[in-house]
């Protein structure tokens, strides 16, 4: 997009959202349990999950398609529950795009400003300005349907930006799109939103755009939100297995939490033990959680607390790191091993130690 | 075109059985429907006798005032019609897509039960309830003291062509209208767009396309019908101009011929002109997800009022089977709402001497539908599995089957087949396979359409897999191509032999003999006479409950194989 100056008619007065105790249900089916979630103003949020998890419901929520069988909806501090979606000002850009197919780009940009009675010039000058914001000027005449992906998702969001509404909302807006494009187009995204100033809500089930972009992450599995935090926050200290599954890979074990006196023990399922360190909090059902890199991996010989022993089940060789599955007793977990050139690797079949760094291992709770 | 293929380099491009069979089926469309057609359009511009072009016959058409009124009688008919049947068909399609509605379902299939019946049946039994006499003008005169003129002269024929052909437009708007992506209407209503200008802005602009497609199908339909109108006894519109001309003066005359151009050229024309209304806008967008309009709730009243509306709408387009029923059992009906007393010596009368209509209805669908899937069923499997030069001729061809209106047909098969005797010495054209080759060739683009469908929808790696296991091309074709086929085949199959079984138009010329008369065209004889109204409903009923189990049957074959092969996935 190119790098025009942003002309106070699209500039938008960022607004926050407040979403509080929302139950939904689709027949007995609930849906949304409980969901409460607080966006600032300005801020570029995701709501981040599985498919099924309920992200499209609570935004559709937001956007007025969908009826909570309670809870409120607040934006920029008023109550919208009641408002139709047409009265709401929530910008939204659908999954498909959702380019009228019977209306040039040009038309489909103007809409909302037409529906706004907003005078013949001036919605001439504003939809000028919003396809040179998302860089489609030359292509005001086209049919949707002779626009690339990349080009129709532009388009829907200049339709969707022009009438400066308080909320963006973005349904996985790079699901249809290539590879390639979806790294630019995020970027683009990210940039239009800081020139806009706009309080934006982004909708995927992939963390590495969730984390590349946004300021703050809602995790939802279920419909319920698990935990919300910026990215790092998230990955570092984790609320539950499920976040900390879903946020990169990690490694779980079972096992029961034995207190000694004073002193603490891990006791995996097979019966090795491991001191707990005496600042970890612990929960009394906790599993003992790891990323693949907070782990090392030798060969057989030394013992010690927290090594195990284990057999290397495949390795996938990734460039600057060797990933390990294998196998500790019944469980199976991943090893990230640094590569250096020359270094050896271990072969499939190979008995192996693995050592966890319990400083940084996670205790929780399922 | 087809010729070209059996040299060397045709190798390359089929084998020489495919090429073989492409010869085949290219003389057939030759045969009967290329030179018939254009036999017609040759006698239209050449001078009688002599064979020199000509257009005085044209000018001779445009100078006789008879033929230009019933020109404007038929664009006049044809385009009332279109606006009466989107008057019945605008209210069920928005109410049962856009709402959601009790019955719906119920109303779709009620819907559709009008086109089982051919319209000249339903047209006596229309008579019989708002005709002059009928039964709501006797009841209206009774109460009220005052008639309606539904059914006189033109407008009788408006009304009957509305009834029984507003489904096409009721399903392909309400098609049109289940396809629009749910995000399209929210996309609108986001930016702060609802009701009625939402309507109009967004939703009826997108089903606009399945208007315009069921619209000018009704146009076409109408314009070239020949039946209806004659039953009715209106003789000034175009192809009854053309039947008469021919029937009564005789093949030799040249009007029949300029008449019959005139209906090509107006129904192309319309054709074309629908086509070019859309694809100058460009509706092609591919619609991800979503999943249909989305429905609203109807408040108390506006409940109250549509099932009114639709409840009224049906009561009108279903009226003329009730009254066929009625008619079929009735001693006597005339001047009264209702029959005096019911009777079933009219089944009995069908069943005995009649009964040869039903035989010879049966023997001609069925030769006709076999025909056609038989030959849709290679052209498909030439365009979709060769590089057979030429192949896309045969598809064209066999497509243009679709713009010759059936007098025109039946026109060209007296004049092309009359001079050629069989072994004992009658015409051709008296024979009555002419009649089945006419019904193959006026059902075969539907067939073909069905097949192309039903191939397509099967892999080309099911069929490599077959051959790399070592079966040649016949074999696979026979073992795999033709049993997953199947279910398309015998949908193709059905509805061409239901439409072929009430199929007038073109039967009504060829038939030169009673023994040799199919089931519609005893209708037609006996409704002529008040003493065959009985029997004709009778037929009509027999007619009406072939065709509506055929329909129930090709539904239910194309939903199983849909299930069958859904399960493959
Ligand atoms: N219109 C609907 N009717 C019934 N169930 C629905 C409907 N829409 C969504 N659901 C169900 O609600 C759950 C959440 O859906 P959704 O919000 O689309 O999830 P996500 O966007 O996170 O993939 C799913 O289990 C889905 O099947
Ligand atoms: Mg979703």
Known sequence: MSQTVISPSLRATAAGVRVENVNLAYGSNPVLKNVSVEIEPGEFFAFLGPSGSGKTTLLRLIAGFNKADSGTVFVGGKDITDLPPWK??????????????????????????????????????????????????????????????????????????????????????????????????????????QRLGLTTIFVTHDQEEANTICDRIAVMSDGVIQQVGSPMELYEHPANLFVANFLGSANILDGSVLTEGAARAFQLTGGIRFPIPASASVPTDAKLVFRPQDASIGSTAGGGGNALSGVVMHREFLGSVVRYAVRIGDSDIIVDAPFRSGDALYEPGASITVRISLESALWLSS | MALAIARPLGRLLASPGQAALAGVIALFLLLFLVVPVTTVIYVAFTEKGTGVFTLINFVDFFRTDLFVNAFWNSIYVSTATVLVASIFALPLAYITTRFSFRGAVLIQTLGFLPLIMPPFAGAVAMQLLFGRNGSVNL????????????????????????????????????????????????????LGCSGFRLFRRVVFPLALPGYVAGASLVFVKVFDDLATPLLLNVKDMLAPQAYLRVTSIGIADPMGYVIAVVLIVVSVLAMWASTLTLSSKDYATVQRGGGGLAKRTLRPWESAVAYCVVGLILALVLAPHLGLLLLSFATVWSFSPLPDAYTFAHYARVFGDSSVYIKNTLVYASLAALID??????????????????????????????????????????????????????????????????LAIRRLPYALRACHAALEQISV????????????????????????MTGGILAGFISSFATAAVELSATLM???????????????????????????????????ILVAICTFLSHVVIERSQRAKGALH
Do not use: C
């Open chain 2, 510 to 544: 060829l038939v030169q003999s009673n023994s040799d008369a199919p089931l519609a065209y005893g209708l037609y004889v006996l409704m002529q006479s008040p003493a065959g109204r009985g029997p004709g409903a009778a037929l009509g009923v027999i007619a009406v």
């Open chain 2, 139 to 190: 009841l209206l005169d009774d109460w009220f003291g005052f008639k309606i003129g539904l059914m006189e002269g033109l407008n009788g024929v408006v009304f009957v062509q509305a009834v029984h052909y507003f489904p096409f437009i009721l399903v392909n708007l309400s098609a049109a209208l289940r396809n629009i992506d749910r995000s399209m209407e929210e996309a609108a209503q986001n």
């Open chain 2, 461 to 484: 790696s099911l069929e490599e897999a077959a051959e790399n296991l070592g079966a040649t091309k016949m074999r696979t074709v026979r073992r795999v191509v033709v049993p997953l």
């Open chain 1, 88 to 193: 709401r000002d929530v910008g939204m850009v659908f999954q498909s795009y959702a380019l009228w197919p019977h209306m040039t780009v040009q038309r489909n940009v103007a809409f909302g400003l037409e529906e706004r009675k907003v005078p013949r010039a001036e919605i001439k000058a504003r939809v000028a300005k919003a396809l040179d914001l998302v860089g489609l000027g030359h292509l005001a005449d086209r049919r949707p349907s002779q626009l690339s992906g990349g080009q129709q998702q532009r388009v829907a969001v200049a339709r969707t930006v022009v009438v400066q509404p308080k909320v963006l909302l973005l349904d996985e807006p790079l699901s249809n799109l290539d590879a390639k494009m979806r790294v630019q187009v995020r970027r683009e995204l990210r940039d239009l939103q």
């Open chain 2, 373 to 438: 899937v038989l030959i849709g069923g290679a052209i498909a499997y030439l365009i979709l599995r060769t590089k057979l030069i030429g192949r896309q001729g045969l598809d064209w061809a066999a497509s243009a089957a679709l713009a010759v209106p059936g007098v025109v047909l039946g026109i060209g098969y007296l004049r092309t087949f009359y001079d050629v005797p069989m072994p004992d010495g009658r015409p051709l054209a008296t024979f009555w396979m002419m009649i089945v080759l006419a």
